[in-house]
Nanobody, 124 residues
Framework: QVQLVESGGGSVQAGESLRLSCVYY????????MAWFRQAPGKEREGVAA????????IYADSVKGRFTISREGTTDTLYLQMNSLKSEDTAVYYC?????????????????WGQGTQVTVSS
């Protein structure tokens, strides 16, 4: 059984930073991707960043490249998303996700397990 628990969301001003955390509970031996997604009101869920489990390769959406950094700490099975230079358009509920299968790393249907989400609000 897999459980993902996010934390770290909040309300900030544009230009400020936040760091999201996601703790993974379960067997991590065969994971393929761990990723962050977000969903703004009235919009579809979109992939933000992903890390491949075996080799640590990272993938980013164009909208966050150079501002966000995804990382994973293996000893604690914790996934992070460091978000810098936040913009109002980054406002959304952010979700942590993982899976045991291969596919498109920034596509929601690739993922089987999801966290409950954490709200990020950026005021301009």
């Amino acid at each position: 059984q897999v459980q993902l628990v996010e934390s770290g969301g909040g309300s900030v001003q544009a230009g400020e930073s936040l760091r999201l955390s996601c703790v993974y509970y379960g067997s991590s031996g065969s994971l393929t991707y761990m990723a962050w997604f977000r969903q703004a009101p009235g919009k579809e869920r979109e992939g933000v960043a992903a890390v491949e489990s075996p080799n640590g390769n990272t993938i980013y959406a164009d909208s966050v490249k150079g501002r966000f950094t995804i990382s994973r700490e293996g000893t604690t099975d914790t996934l992070y998303l460091q978000m810098n230079s936040l913009k109002s358009e980054d406002t959304a509920v952010y979700y942590c996700a993982t899976t045991y299968t291969w596919g498109w790393p920034l596509t929601p249907r690739t993922y089987k397990y999801w966290g409950q989400g954490t709200q990020v609000t950026v005021s301009s």
